[in-house]
């Protein structure tokens, strides 16, 4: 029989009255079929009636939930229940009782909620009329939608909702109710023109027009989630009706406002029942039965009791007869692979996208909003969901939803771009589905096919055909108005290249500057990057634009070119380049130990020009053994270096050790050198300093190797990229680079000596020291650092460059007039001061006692003031 329930509902334990409740009327046949005469009214007079037992509430309730439950005690049962008074305002009530339908005319089928046409999260009864979805972790942050299997395309039709419980504070929780047309979205309240709907949480009717969204009426002031109301929702498409074209709310049987228009867009299409909801349980009621919760002041037929001429049944649903399948489309950052994905969806709205920019969609159709701020590796494929929920940001719900599509009875295409490129990654995927699913590859590698190259002219023509449609529309309403266009606004859109080199789809919007996928994931993952085949799990390999021979050699070549191209992501000096870099430091502290001891113990000799003898440079560079002991004497090969060549020796070993560190490091064949791009990255990577070519006064790699001459060489590899490169073998002692350095040196004092003004060498200094750093050897050295060399002779008196000769030359002719300065300061000139005590100093006894030239200026005489270098023996 039937049971009444008279009493009301309070915040405790409501779900399970609610559902003996539906269970009733789910399970009753029409009264007359199961009572006899006077058992209708028997029962009518035998209420139950049901008594809840008290408890403390908010025991077991949610965070907020609790404080949220006793206020509502506090306002009293009375308020759980919509008043008739409490509708802002009184309507007359225009609506006729709608006549009976003939015997069989209605529709044959049960009008309920589609599990086939709903998000992932939602879950239904066996009947389809009790829904709810996930609410823990992300998903209490994500809206929930979910469509009816009947539309109604003419008539007058009412279907019923009652919010059987909330899973969360009221803060989270949310309600639209509405219709909207097959196949849209289910995301009232997205922007979309296919949808009108009441907010519940706003207290609003809303509806789109091509234009801007419109709130026409307001609700009651207390939210329906928390009334435990029946909502009915009556949709007038009866054109004979003083309301056709209209939607209107009831709340427990009342009228809550005037009939809303429903936008003339939607003149003609069918309208589904649609609900969006966040963080609820729902009941909806469409008929079934005869069953109708809250009499109206009229008579109405619910959508179950839909005549056949006014249904329509086009929203999504599962071809018969046909698998569920998997589909991983498989192709190339930037090379239309999102374009492939949203043409399949097109064309096949009954598969379900899983990806993560379709986590992005759904998080923002929520309400959450993308931060400005987003990570360097935000992409289409692997967006920065960056929306201040971490639980959202941090895509926990990823593991969920692939878990949930296991157990669907629908298809998915899994647009995941990287992932479907990495063979583990392709079968972890596909091994997540049942083996009753047909597990698909779709390859699309390499230059379109011609009918994709339509298909995308297709798209640019209808596109700018918009575009042209709507300027003339504004340049018509401005005209009409009196209005004045900007010169932006006056210009005509530029028609689209159509041309055979167009391939793809241009980005717009905010995805214009967005690649496919970030340098930096492209970087890490290419290398692995692989095509599919049937042995990973798939019952079908498919290629679209090229045969598969032919995809596999354009991967091939892609990622050789990538190699070409793109930083080594991850990469760190091994201990093989640290063990090098070791026993260069040591070999630099012994030559600066050497070279200091040798200029402190060495007495400079003359040759009988006057010019300082070159003792290095009269050793054979062939016949030495021991650059510290290069004649047998203690002379160093090194002796006669000068900052210019300890500069160029300090370069030409740390780029030879570079190239040959990366190759070593990076261990890839298909990486032969290193590209001239990339030498500031990974000098940085590896010396732990800044690669800055202007310390030497050039401006790139170009200038350095002209500058330093030997061992470097810059080579063309593949694809037109330059690489820097090293003529000696990686295992060249440092004494090989000792020789070249010393005999660049000798060759360029010859030029010097022969009048050749280009050889001299105009090597920047650097700055004197700070405390923050030190500078040695041309580079900037950080405080800790031992990379570089200080000049090993910074005990001489004075040292000069063979750049500096000349300008010691010319020395007594600048300073010709000095002999005039003496008779002016003459009493500075005979302080005593400058006589006796330098006179005799213990040591100085030859400088004070050279012979004094014209003017008394004897320093002009001192050895240091003309280079070593100067001039050589005949024949050295």
Not at 420 to 449: C, D, M, W, Y
Not at 541 to 559: G, M, P, T
Not at 595 to 604: F, G, L, V
């Amino acid at each position: 029989g039937r049971l009444k329930f008279s009493g009301e509902w309070i915040v405790r334990r409501p779900l399970l009255l609610c559902l003996v409740h539906w269970h009733s009327y789910r399970h009753m046949a029409a009264p007359d079929a199961i009572l006899g005469e006077g058992d209708e009214e028997e029962l009518d007079d035998q209420n139950v009636e049901v008594e809840l037992e008290e408890e403390e509430v908010g025991a077991d309730l949610e965070e907020g939930e609790a404080e949220d439950a006793a206020d509502m005690l506090e306002e009293g049962e009375a308020d759980l229940v919509v008043d008739g008074q409490e509708a802002p305002e009184e309507v007359q009530e225009l609506e006729q009782d709608s006549p009976k339908g003939k015997a069989g005319s209605q529709v044959g089928h049960e009008v309920q909620l589609n599990d086939f046409d709903s998000t992932l999260d939602v879950i239904l009864s066996s009947n389809g009329t009790i829904v709810t979805s996930l609410s823990k972790g992300g998903f209490k942050y994500l809206l929930s939608g979910v469509r009816a299997n009947t539309g109604a395309k003419a008539g007058r039709y009412l279907f019923e909702l009652e919010v059987l419980e909330r899973l969360a504070p009221s803060r989270l929780c949310d309600l639209r109710v509405g219709v909207s047309t097959a196949k849209s979205s289910l995301f009232l309240g997205d922007g979309s023109l296919e949808s009108v709907y009441f907010h519940d949480s706003a207290g609003s009717y809303v509806f789109a027009e091509p234009g801007r969204p419109t709130v026409a009426h307001t609700f009651p002031s207390r939210p329906l989630v928390e009334r435990r109301s029946v909502i009915g929702v009556l949709v007038n498409l009866d054109a004979s009706s003083p309301n056709a074209n209209t939607l209107s709310l009831f709340v427990d049987g009342v009228r809550a406002g005037k009939p809303q228009p429903i936008p003339s867009h939607l003149a003609g299409k069918a309208l589904y029942p649609t609900v969006t909801f966040k963080n609820i349980t729902l009941a909806l009621n469409f008929g079934v039965g005869g069953r109708q919760l809250k009499a109206l002041p009229f008579r109405c037929d619910l959508f179950g009791q839909m005549q056949k001429a006014d249904h329509e049944c086009g929203s999504f649903c599962h071809p018969k007869g046909k698998p569920f399948e998997v589909i991983l489309p498989v192709g190339l950052p930037d090379n239309g692979y999102f374009d492939f994905v949203d043409r399949f969806l097109a064309d096949h709205p009954e598969v379900t996208e899983l990806s993560d920019r379709k986590l992005l969609e759904w998080a923002r159709k929520s309400g959450l909003a993308q931060s400005t701020s987003l990570k360097s590796t935000h992409c289409r494929d692997r967006p920065d969901l960056a929306t201040g929920e971490a639980l959202i940001d941090s895509k926990a719900a990823r593991p969920m939803l692939r878990r949930l599509a296991s157990m669907a009875s629908r298809s998915f295409i899994c647009a995941e771009l990287r992932s479907n490129l990495v063979k583990e990654e392709r079968e972890e995927l596909i091994n997540h589905f049942p083996q009753t699913f047909k597990k698909t590859a779709v390859v699309i590698v390499g230059t379109p096919s011609k009918e994709w190259r339509t298909w995308v002219h297709g798209q640019l023509e209808a596109a700018y055909a918009k575009k042209l449609s709507d300027w003339e529309m504004k340049c018509n309403m401005a005209e009409a108005a009196g209005d004045e266009l900007t010169e932006e606004e006056k210009k005509k859109p530029c028609k689209p290249d159509l041309s055979d080199k167009v391939l793809f789809l241009p980005k717009e919007g905010d995805e214009a500057a967005l690649p496919d996928l970030a340098p930096e994931l492209l970087a890490s993952w290419f290398p692995r990057f692989s095509l599919p085949a049937k042995e990973e799990g798939f019952g079908e390999v498919s290629y679209r634009w090229l045969d598969e021979k032919a995809a596999k050699e354009h991967l091939k070549q892609w990622v050789l070119e990538r190699k070409a191209t793109t930083l080594v992501e991850g990469l760190q000096p091994s201990a093989w380049f640290a063990e090098r870099m070791n026993s260069w430091k040591e070999c630099r502290m012994e030559l600066r130990r050497r070279h200091a001891e040798y200029a402190k113990t060495r007495t400079p000799q003359q040759t009988d020009d006057g010019e300082a003898e070159d003792i290095p440079g009269s050793i054979s560079l062939a016949e030495v053994k021991d650059v510290h002991d290069a004649d047998g004497q203690g002379t160093p090969l090194y002796g006669s270096f000068r900052y210019e060549d300890w500069v160029i020796l300090a370069w030409r070993w740390e780029l030879h050790l570079l190239v040959h560190a990366f190759a070593h490091d990076v261990n890839d064949p298909d990486r032969p050198g290193l590209p001239i791009e990339h030498i500031g990255h990974y000098y940085s990577l590896f010396f732990k300093m800044k690669y800055d070519p202007k310390k030497l006064g050039v401006a790139d790699i170009f200038g350095i190797i002209k500058l330093i001459k030997e061992p470097l060489q810059v080579t063309e590899g593949s694809f037109n990229i330059s690489l820097l490169k090293s003529k000696l073998d990686v295992d060249t002692p440092v004494i090989e680079f000792i020789k070249q350095v010393e005999a660049y040196r000798r060759d360029r004092c010859r030029r010097v000596e022969a009048g050749d003004e280009s050889a001299q060498l105009s090597i920047p200094r650097a700055a004197p020291a700070k405390a923050a750093g030190k500078v040695t050897n041309g580079h900037a050295v950080q405080k800790g650092s031992t990379v570089g060399l200080k000049r090993p002779l910074a005990e001489e008196p004075v040292k000069r460059s063979v750049v500096a000769k000349t300008s010691v030359a010319k020395a007594p002719v600048a300073k010709m007039p000095v002999p005039k300065v003496p008779a002016g300061k003459a009493p500075v000139a005979k302080a005593p001061v400058a006589k006796a005590p330098l006179a005799k100093v213990p040591g100085k006894a030859p400088v004070a006692k050279a012979p004094a030239g014209p003017g008394g200026k004897a320093i002009a005489k001192v050895p240091a003031v003309k280079a070593p270098i100067a001039k050589r023996k005949p024949g050295a």
